[in-house]
């Protein structure tokens, strides 16, 4: 298939935004003609790319409408991904729903182990989906540079190739899981709308990504967001990556376990979560300090970038949950007063875990749209 016209592309984008979007929205989403509308859908349900389903009753002045919708036999892209011990391929159709999904575990072993798991389970979606499947997108636990290559401390990975999982793939990208999510949040989540959205996830490290306008803001190597470095932490403990004072150590489980007088723990998250769930005092005071530690750096991000819109994930959304009032009170401390005055909102990430593959998916498309402009 060639180059489609620019607003059967802004069609396509549209449905896939707003699934179930009707004809008559779409022509004044997109403003366009009732009769340029009807045109443009007529090219694209011949190609195959888009559904209509059956007539609405109208509720207003004018004759149905009908919904848009994906077509059961219209493109679909693959998204991955892959955490320290668990991995998940997915299928995903106009839309963003998942029609088809293989996940399992895997023991942290190499990386071309991990990979060709990841990469059978998206041979075994090839050959069930056919010339369907567009192009994959990748999710990895760690730094990835320039969409492609991803160093793993959590893993003990170094410049690791993910575009091996499917060689060859006509579109593929690849991206931090922090930074997926963020993308994720604003396209489906709890940032749809803002203008500019900061996404922060901790889980063994803190990470995160800023989304400006739509836009992700990447850096020069694709790798912008390791807030969790920024020296905003205790300068006697040192970080995994070498620096003092690293804001992640002030905000994980390893910070619970010093505070409660453990030992490092073996699975920081997991201990976290542990602690997170006690009802003593010493765990809530713990809490509660990390939860401060927390707020203080947001709001010093939040003087920095000015977001409309903060989404915390995983143990950041733990924190959320058990400290709400210790982390806005930090938030609302270390507010510059002119930001005050319109202060971002702090909430969880609505997708949780699915954020990264989520966002991986919403990459591709990206490309997709890319491509058929061309
Ligand atoms: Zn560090």
New binding site residues.
């Given amino acids: 298939m060639g180059a489609l016209p620019d607003r059967a592309v802004a069609m396509l984008a549209a449905v896939h935004d707003h699934p179930g979007l009707t004809r008559a929205e779409a022509s004044r989403l997109l403003g366009m003609g009732t009769g340029g509308a009807a045109e443009v859908v007529g090219v694209l349900v011949a190609e195959q790319l888009l559904a209509e389903g059956s007539p609405l009753p109208a509720t207003t002045r004018g004759r149905p409408t009908r919904p848009l919708t994906a077509h059961p036999d219209g493109p679909v892209v693959l998204a991955a991904a892959f955490s320290h011990a668990t991995w998940r391929v997915d299928a995903v159709e106009l839309g963003g729903t998942s029609i088809a999904t293989l996940d399992g575990e895997h023991a942290g072993e190499s990386a071309g182990t991990v990979l060709g798991v990841l990469g059978d389970a998206v041979g075994r979606l090839r050959d069930r989906l056919g010339d369907r499947v567009r192009g994959l997108g990748v999710s990895a636990p760690g730094i990835v540079t320039d969409e492609r290559y991803l160093d793993a401390t959590i893993l003990g990975w170094r410049s690791v190739d993910l575009a091996a999982v499917w060689p060859g793939a006509g579109l593929f990208v690849a991206d931090n899981d922090a930074t997926l999510a963020a993308v994720a949040e604003v396209r489906r989540g709890a940032a749809a709308g803002a203008r500019s959205a900061l996404h922060l996830m901790v889980d063994a490290g803190l990470g995160g990504a800023q989304v400006d306008a739509g836009r992700l803001v990447g850096g020069a190597h694709g790798t912008a967001g390791e807030f969790?470095?920024l020296p905003l932490g205790d300068p006697a403990v040192v970080?995994?990556?070498g620096?003092r004072g690293?804001w992640?150590t002030a905000v994980d489980g390893g910070a619970l376990a010093r505070l409660l007088g453990d030992p490092v723990p073996a699975d920081p998250g997991g201990y976290a979560r542990s602690v997170i769930a006690r009802d003593d005092a010493a765990a809530r005071a713990a809490v509660a300090t990390v939860a401060t530690s927390l707020g203080r750096g947001i709001a010093g991000l939040v003087n920095a970038l000015d977001p409309d819109v903060v989404t915390l994930g995983d143990l950041a959304a733990d924190l959320l949950a058990a400290a709400p009032d210790e982390l806005h009170a930090a938030v609302a401390a270390g507010l510059m007063r002119s930001r005050r005055e319109a202060p971002p909102t702090v909430v969880a990430a609505a997708l949780g875990a699915a954020g990264p593959i989520t966002g991986a998916a919403e990459r591709v498309w990206d490309r997709w749209w890319a491509q058929l402009r061309r």
């Fill in positions: 969790g470095h970080c995994a990556c620096a690293c992640g």
